[in-house]
């Protein structure tokens, strides 16, 4: 498999009137062509800033991001929407995510028409195109979002994400808003597109059974920087670093035999304004000894694929 | 094995009566019966509770799952009689002995908080963001259990310890923005014991909070249910919380209850084929990159509800009977009951329902 996305040192800090919330600290990752990765890591642990950052819908303070091969640079509008057309985005909430003033035709429609000026009979076949791929048809061409459930909102979000064929897609949380029994329904469909496409995806979740159900590698962050990093199976078969094994415990099961297993982590998520000075798990952490609470740990490689940031791995 | 044959008996949807000398059975704090609700509009009325029967026993806790507009909220609501209006509530609920649906408004507000006390989904919405945690424990202990201010401000400390929250002398002064998400849930559970109550309706009480925070919170309910002999209706989507939490389930669908029983046989053994889609339809930890088995279709549109068994349109083992008779809700074995007309067979020798069975 090619190397498609590479992110180098990506830091963003976000200035408040409260003082610096380090968002994103130093991440670096690849996702190779055809590969799903998994982003994983409670709210407010940076997530959705290095997604958004990937999309340059924020700036990051530094760090490179490469696709391709080629650099993102540049500052003008037109390389952002050049750079659109290769990854884009299905986001969490398909009841916010889609205008409700705009009929399906005019949402999968407007990539096409912002980034290739298609009208007309083209760009009406085209967006048929992109609907009958998530399973929908051209009577739903005129039809407005309201008149779709939850799952259908989705797929319609994938559609458009798809109108640019781009190569990676990034997926926030894409099953987190809809029902139990629809949740099936789009990862099946994801991974579908993702064969038949040969679509690269980084998934962003904190729902660690979705993760194991749908990626290949898995990359968990925790306060704006990455913990631990590997293929899914071996991560979670047996994490090395202790806010993963938490992270694991914290699942509940749904075999009651298993039911005694939950074990939380005590405490809780930092505040990212004021983070600990050293490893900033070190507060809930049962292994953190004085070292720890020095300097935070760097991500260090440890066998084929995996490495994590503990001084005391398990 | 397998579970009863006989053709259901009695009205759709009809007043289910568990066997009598089921010694989990008769000594109820919660008994619901044929419960309807329904929200009239001009257009159309919303049937979001359509014969919900349901049973809680003193001192479990009961899981009642379902997926967003199965009306598992509602009927929780019900119980409290806090049905928003225009809603129309038919049907019994009994409460302690005390018959909910049909009763006056200020009967009903007795129960509330001393009987039953409820924990919503999001303790940010339930809080009032203009007065202090202290103020508004004290105000509902002063309201609900009628003593001083300061015994009050004495058992809402002691409340705030028991759910572990660190430093309570501190919290009774903060405002709800100054606390997490994981915090303000604790308040919210303190403030449901501090009244004492017989019953517990958490709605949905983890879904807002992240996983290592709903794995505390899971915990802590889990042990302060035991601690005091609680009877909790737990109200949640997510089947591993309830395998983790939960002595006996119900599922409901569309307004209705599906299939109840045990935890441990009814995830084990599901009878009912949505409990058994459900099941298979969500990633669990530990399955790896096995393929889903996909539920075709939606929910359905409780204006318009499919006849029948609300199911079968999306049911795999629907029959011609399914689309025209409701199937009524009738007991099988192990203390389980099902309302399907064509249930799932259990799987022979393995399941743990057997040997209550056959004791």
């Known amino acids: 498999m090619t190397e498609l996305l590479s992110v180098q040192n990506l830091t963003k800090h976000f200035a408040t009137r409260h003082g610096v919330v380090r968002a994103v600290e130093d991440v670096s990752f690849t996702v190779a062509s055809g590969e799903t990765v998994a982003l994983v890591g409670e709210s407010g642990c940076g997530k959705t800033t290095v997604a958004l950052s990937l999309l340059r819908l924020i700036r990051p303070d530094s760090g490179f991001v490469r696709f391709e091969g080629a650099d993102l640079e540049g500052t003008s509008d037109r390389s952002a929407l050049k750079w659109r057309q290769r990854l884009s985005i299905v986001f969490q909430n398909p009841y916010s995510s889609l205008d409700p003033r705009m009929r399906i035709r005019d949402i999968v429609g407007e990539p096409l028409v912002t980034a290739y000026g298609l009208k007309g009979k083209a760009l009406t076949e085209r ?123 914290s699942v509940p099961s749904i075999d009651p035999k298993l039911r005694g297993r939950l074990k939380p982590v005590t405490g809780e998520l930092p505040s990212a304004l004021n983070p600990p000075p050293g490893c900033a798990f070190a507060p809930r952490c049962a292994w953190a000894g004085e070292e720890c609470r020095a300097a935070p740990p760097h991500l260090m490689p440890a066998g084929p694929g995996r490495a994590h940031a503990c001084l005391h791995p398990l | 094995m397998g579970v009863a044959t006989t053709a259901p008996t009695g009205q759709p949807g009809g007043v289910f009566v568990p066997q009598a000398g089921n010694a989990v059975m008769t000594d109820n704090l919660l008994e619901i019966r044929d419960l309807h609700v329904e929200f009239p509009g001009l257009e159309r009325t919303v049937k979001a509770v359509r014969g919900c029967t349901l049973f809680v026993a003193k001192g479990e806790v009961m899981g009642l799952v379902g997926e967003s507009g199965s009306g598992k909220s509602i009927t929780a609501l019900a119980c409290l009689g806090l049905v928003p209006p225009p809603g129309r509530v038919t049907g019994s609920i009994r409460l302690d002995g005390h018959e909910v649906v049909g009763a006056l408004d200020a009967d009903n507000e007795r129960l509330r908080g001393g009987v039953a006390a409820m924990i919503f989904q999001n303790p940010g919405k339930a809080l009032n963001p203009f007065f202090t945690i202290g103020r508004q424990l004290t105000d509902v202990i002063v309201n609900v259990r009628r003593i001083q201010q300061a015994a009050a401000r004495g058992i809402a400390i002691a409340a705030l310890t028991e759910v572990r929250i660190a430093d309570p002398d501190r919290a009774m002064h903060k405002y709800p923005h100054q606390l997490s998400g994981g915090q303000l849930q604790r308040v919210m559970i303190a403030m449901a014991l501090a009244c004492k109550p017989k019953l517990v309706i958490a709605d949905e009480p983890t879904t807002a909070l992240d996983v290592t925070i709903q794995a505390q919170v899971i915990v802590l309910l889990r042990d302060l249910a035991r601690e005091h002999g609680l009877t909790v209706l737990f109200i949640t989507h997510d089947l591993g919380v309830v395998g983790s939490v939960c002595d006996r389930l119900a599922v409901m669908y569309a307004g209705r209850v599906m299939e109840s029983g045990s ?90 329902d057997v040997g209550t069975l056959a004791s």
């Open chain 1, 127 to 249: 967006v048929l195109r992109h609907l009958t791929e998530v399973g929908l048809g051209s009577e739903h061409l005129a039809r407005f979002p309201h008149e779709f459930s939850g799952g259908q909102r989705q797929r319609i979000a994938i559609a458009r994400a798809l109108a640019l064929e781009p190569k990676l897609l990034i997926l926030d949380e894409p099953t987190a808003a809809l029902d139990v029994s629809i949740q099936a329904q789009v990862l099946n469909l994801l991974q579908v597109l993702q064969k038949r496409l040969g679509l690269s995806y980084l998934f962003i979740s904190h729902n660690l059974a979705t993760v194991e159900n749908i990626a290949d590698r898995v990359l968990v962050m925790y306060l704006g920087r990455m913990v631990e990093e590997g293929p899914v199976e071996q991560v979670f078969a047996s994490p090395r670093h202790p806010y993963t094994r938490g992270l694991l415990d």
């Open chain 2, 263 to 352: 935890v441990d046989g009814l995830l084990a053994s599901p009878a009912h084929p949505y409990t058994a889609s459900l099941l298979r339809a969500v990633p669990m930890l530990g399955r790896g990159r096995t393929e889903l088995m996909q539920i075709p279709g939606t929910v359905p549109n409780m204006a318009a509800p499919p006849p029948g068994c609300a199911f079968h349109p999306r049911c795999p083992s629907a029959g011609p009977s399914c689309a025209s008779e409701v199937p009524a809700m009738r007991e099988t074995n192990g203390g389980r009951s099902i309302a399907c007309h064509h249930p799932l067979p259990a799987p022979a020798g393995s399941s743990e």
